[in-house]
Structures are given as structure tokens and as C-alpha cells.
């Protein structure tokens, strides 16, 4: 659904949090902020409307949303999100990533959710527009951002099955530390074999809350094997590498070629698309294609295969020690001088604004420019 008609910019209305916390509240929640716990003062909410398209922009008190018990998102689901972080620099500015893929991701999402397609001006807009009152959340810590979730829904309230006719898109901020408690220590995965994540056809290439909730009764039993994160094979052969629950997966052939699922199945991560970007600048190869699980065991068992690793924004690049399955386990040694730690240092240093951005990746979100 595209908004043909959409004016360029929006004029926001500011409404302040009278309830906003003290600086010494924030500072006690920034200097420990965990992952997804805290949450900034204030929100972005626009409305849709299939007649009136994107209207009513502000920024408002973070707080409880009004919801019709009969709201479609609460039935059918239709909902898509979106997962980005601030980052504060040396100097006090603050950045974000490549925002322009995220809200091109969100655009593709909202296709195939049948939700109203957000301009991409629009998207970055509401991102500047939170900044510049909740600004002071960005932490200053090393490793610590500001994470950005956009998230758009099925406001209508009516039982029938079809598109809304109304819809909400939101932006929250959560101050972030580590996404994994052991930091940058090797997780371990389950490999799921009884459940999918996605089927062909289906919604795995979009952020939508169904993927997710799907997902939590796998990455339940991952937890039950003591492991971190949760692994799907593709759905229809129970063959094929897809993704993690909340992460896209990297395995490094001994040569130094990163390998990684190709497949219309799953997310296609913003930071794996850097990542595998920042290992071609250095050279190596890179081969998008299917990888079965057994060509990982064997390539484990061979030598072949020496380091796999988990990527995306929350996570941004995790090394997997272990990979646990029902009757089987993989393991690598990943040393200090892993390329999985070297690639994170290098995105890191790019998103802290520690090295040049060569590839013109990150955008300023503070006014002060
Ligand atoms: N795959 C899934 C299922 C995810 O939830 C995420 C995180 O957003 C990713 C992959 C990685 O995407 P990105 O790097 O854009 O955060
Ligand atoms: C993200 O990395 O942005 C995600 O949405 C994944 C989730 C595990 C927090």
C-alpha cells in the first residue's frame, strides 16, 4: 500500500513527559541497562488511516497505548517491527547505522504484512525526533547504544479478516548493554529439529512479531539444553541453515571464506550485510549459497570449517562455541584472534565513529550539526 500522496516531511507535535526521570534516576539505569528493560521517556506515534494516509505526528510520553479489545494486531497479528541503535561518538554526537536499510526492511515488511508503507523520510524523521528529546539516553559507556525499535500495527478495531484500515506506527528507545549476559564469550546454539521458523512462501523474510512468537517455544528448549540461542533448519528438506531466533548465522572456512545462508526464508541482516561487506574489503571470499548441517558437522570434524558466528543488531557479532543437537555436538575453539571478533571490532569501531566510515554508513540523528 503505497502512499502516493504522502507530503515530504511531517510536522511533529512535542507533548513532554511531566514524569520524565531525574538525571540521577537515568544515570543509575544507564550505567547497568541490560538489554530491552528500561525504556526512554518519551515515544514517536503517527497514525494511519487508508483515507487520510500518515497523520498526527508527535512525540509523546512513553506510556500505555489505548487499545479496542477487538484491535485486529491483537487477533490477526498484522504487525511489523524494527531493531536499530544510537550510538554516542568521542565528541558527544549521536549516530546511527545504515537507517536507511532498516527503513527500506521495514517497507518490505509492511508489503507483505499488508500494513501502509512508511517513507523512508518519515522513518528517519521519527528517529531525529525521539533524539532530540530523549537524546540524554544514548549511554556513554564502551559497547553500550541507545536501541531503536520502530513498530508499526493493526489498530482497527474489527473481527473481519482483512487489512486495517487503521494503523499505528511507534518508535520506543531501550538503553543497551550486552544482548548476550557472557559478553563477548562463545555461545552455544541448539539446533532445532522439531520446529520451523518459516516456510517458503510464508513471513520469514519480514520482522513481524508471528516470526518471533513462533520462535519461543524452540528457543525455550534451547535454554533447556543450556544453550544461548536457538537454530532453524529450513522447513521443507530439514536440511539447510536458515537463521537463529534473533540472529543471522556466518560459518569461516579454513581458507578465510565466509559462508552464509542464502534463502527467501529469512531476515536479511543489516549487520550481516556489513559484515560480509567489511570481510570482502579485507579480501576474503564470500559465498551466499544453501549449507546443509551436515556439510557444517563435516567440516567441523574435517577442519575445515574453523569459526561460525551469530550477527545482528542486538547481538552484533557473537562467536558460536558449540552447536547442540538432539543426538550430536559441534565445537570450535575460538581464540582472541577469531576473524568473527576482528569483524565485530572493526563494525564496532565504524558505529562509534572510532575509523573513517568509508562506505558513508552511519547517519548523525542530534540536531547540533
Ligand atoms: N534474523 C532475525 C530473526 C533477527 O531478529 C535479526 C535481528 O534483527 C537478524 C536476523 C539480524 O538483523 P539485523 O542485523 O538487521 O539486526
Ligand atoms: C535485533 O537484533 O534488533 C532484534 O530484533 C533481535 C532480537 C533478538 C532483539
Redesign the pocket.
Known sequence: MKNLLAPRTLEFTHHHNPAALAEMERAEILADPG??KHFTDHMVDICWSARGGWHRPRVQPFGPIELSPAAAVLHYAQEI????KAYRHQDGSIWSFRPEANAARMQRSAARLALPDLPTEYFIESLKQLIAVDGDWVPTAPDTSL?L?PFMFAKEAFLGVRAAEKVNYYVIASPAGA?FTGGLAPVSIWLSSTYSRAGKGGTGAA?TGGN?ASSLVAQAEAYDNGCDQVLFLDSEENTYLEEL???NIVLVTKDGTLLTPHSDSILE?I?RDSILQLAEDRGHRVERRAISIQEWKDGAASGEIVEAFAC????VVAPIGTLKGVDFEITHDIGADSLALSLRQELTDIQYGRVEDVHGWMMRLDSAQ
Open positions: 538489554f530491552g517491527f524494527e531493531g536499530l536501541y525499535r544482548y520482522k518471533y531466533g534473533g540472529m541482516g549487520t545482528g543488531t542486538a547481538a
